[in-house]
């Protein structure tokens, strides 16, 4: 039996059913065989298995009253995972599907991600089973105040800091911070995405999608290429999406897609982003309604998928960017991407892709720009509002993007650099993987056995 499988086999036994967790922990543990086959370190060290567990896990209950007068209890959650490169640092999802398995798959990502960008972060996630959607502002401000009256214990700018994530914006943002404020009396930097009155900083809301573009360019330039006219596929229609969509109109792209649970959006003269973002910042209305002023437009209901995936990737395009949610793009989709004469993919989203999708766009050797590298973005520019909060600056939008521009390029040479170095130059998952990890271990090492 070998080391790798021995370890997940513990892991399956100390966190039962948590399968997106396994998922996560077997795709980075099967990249990292030639580091640990090669530098028994690592393995006297146990680095692997201390690396599995997370160094503290907070669950606890979450108690509100609804407008109706009535009780109700949710399940918070905040994985603090590692912290030998500095403070824990990962979003709050507010989910109907959030449970461990989310969260510790979301936390066991960050750890890689946070450390292939070169800044000072460790690795966090949280979130709560509540679903803001169909919710008063009321509502969602009773429950932020009471998800944080447990939080708040626990967080500080050199402890913990999270950040938004699905469910979780500027409102729940600001709602959590006041109650952070109030309990403990002190105007900290310990949450990142905060509104530009008070501490936020401008390009955070676009980051993770203007740095999944970049990272796509950065792709197709090593390969001779470029955006300039490519047909993209963009799935999702939050700030991820929405942004990706506007940094590829800038990068010279074509994007022609987008979705949200309802449906599908395939607009072939290119998705006019004024009206995207009217119906979904605006309005906060099903992307049906684009249709309005786009009759030429089309919506696949999602009640039209097929059995085996989703519509947005049966649409022929130059290049796939799945920026929604875990596990979106099945091994059929990618078939008919491949079909269809898909050179990249780039995740925007955490670990949107399944693994035997991701096998067989690395057997392609297409372009494939693993969540952990291409959607590096956002928490790139959390740290630096942190950054920003410690010092009492304000940089402007352009100093920003050019610091995140140079962030996505670090991580990308990084990626590709360790890629080559292990003799597979187009397998940028086994590049990030090994790349990450070792910036991660290295420190623990230097640090002991803590």
Known sequence: MTYIHQTILKLEHSSPAQTEFYQAVEEVLDSLRP??????????????????EPERQIMFRVPWVNDAGEIQVNKGY???FNSALGPYKGGLRFHPSVNASIIKFLGFEQVFKNALTGLPLGAGKGGANFDPKGKSDAEIMRFCQSF???????????????????????????????QYKRLSGRYDGVLTGKSLLWGGSLARREATGYGCAYFAQYMLEAKGDSLAGKRCLVSGAGNVAIYAIEKLYQLGA??????DSSGTLYHADGINLDTLKNVKEVRKARLNIYLDSHPDAKFIPASEY?????????????????CATQNELSAADAETLLGNGCIGVAEGANMP????????????????GPGKAANAGGVSV???????????????????DRRLKEIMARIYRNTSETAKEFGEPHNLVLGANIA???????????QGVV
């Not at 944080?148 to 959590?176: C, F, K, Q, S, W």
């Not at 097929?306 to 799945?322: K, S, T």
Request: charged share 25%; with cysteine; proline share 5%.
């Open 353 to 368: 892709t399944t693994q035997e999708a991701a096998d067989l766009f690395l057997d392609a050797k297409i372009c494939f």
């Open 382 to 400: 959390s740290q630096l509002e942190m950054a920003q909060n410690a010092s009492m600056q304000y940089w402007s939008f352009d100093e920003v």
């Open 78 to 80: 905040r994985i603090e």
């Open 35 to 52: 580091i640990l086959e090669n530098d028994e370190i690592y393995r006297h060290q146990a680095i692997i298995e201390r690396l599995v």
């Open 254 to 259: 074509l994007p022609i897609t987008c979705s």
């Open 306 to 322: 097929p059995e085996d995936g989703h519509a947005v990737w049966r649409i022929p395009g130059d290049l796939a960017f799945p």
């Open 436 to 446: 990450g990890f070792r910036r991660v271990a290295d420190a623990m090492i230097e």
């Open 148 to 178: 944080m009256n447990e939080m708040y214990r626990h967080l500080g700018p050199t402890i913990d800091v999270p950040a938004g994530d699905i469910g979780v914006g500027a409102r729940e943002i600001g709602y959590l911070f006041g």
